[in-house]
Nanobody
Framework: QVQVVESGGGLVQAGGSLRLSCTTSGFTFRLYDMGWFRQAPGNEREFVASINRSGTTTNYADSVKGRFTISRDNVKNTLNLQMNGLKPEDTAIYFC???????????????????WGQGTQVTVSS
């Protein structure tokens, strides 16, 4: 059974940093593309970043480019999101996403996502 579990969320002041992690099990992590999405109150879920299975290709939403860094550890089966320069508009629940099938790319509309985590809350105060 595929499991993805996020951690690392919390409350931080604007300009601060947080590091989210996603631990996984139930599938061969190193063969799947992964991603991060977020959902703010009253908004639809939106794409944050994605990474291919080898970690050589990353994509970011324009709103986080230059501030967030997605990375993965294919030995520890873990996905990470380093968030620097946080802004109040980054406040949201952040979700880890696993690809639907081996090597399926994750698109900005959630295409290719096969499994979602439960999410971790990130709150940025002004």
């Amino acid at each position: 059974q595929v499991q993805v579990v996020e951690s690392g969320g919390g409350l931080v002041q604007a300009g601060g940093s947080l590091r989210l992690s996603c631990t996984t099990s139930g599938f061969t992590f190193r063969l799947y593309d992964m991603g991060w999405f977020r959902q703010a109150p009253g908004n639809e879920r939106e794409f944050v970043a994605s990474i291919n299975r080898s970690g050589t290709t990353t994509n970011y939403a324009d709103s986080v480019k230059g501030r967030f860094t997605i990375s993965r550890d294919n030995v520890k089966n873990t996905l990470n999101l380093q968030m620097n320069g946080l802004k109040p508009e980054d406040t949201a629940i952040y979700f880890c996403a696993a690809g639907k099938t081996i090597a399926t790319a994750i698109g900005p509309e959630g295409q290719g996502v096969g499994s979602w985590g439960q999410g971790t809350q990130v709150t940025v105060s002004s």
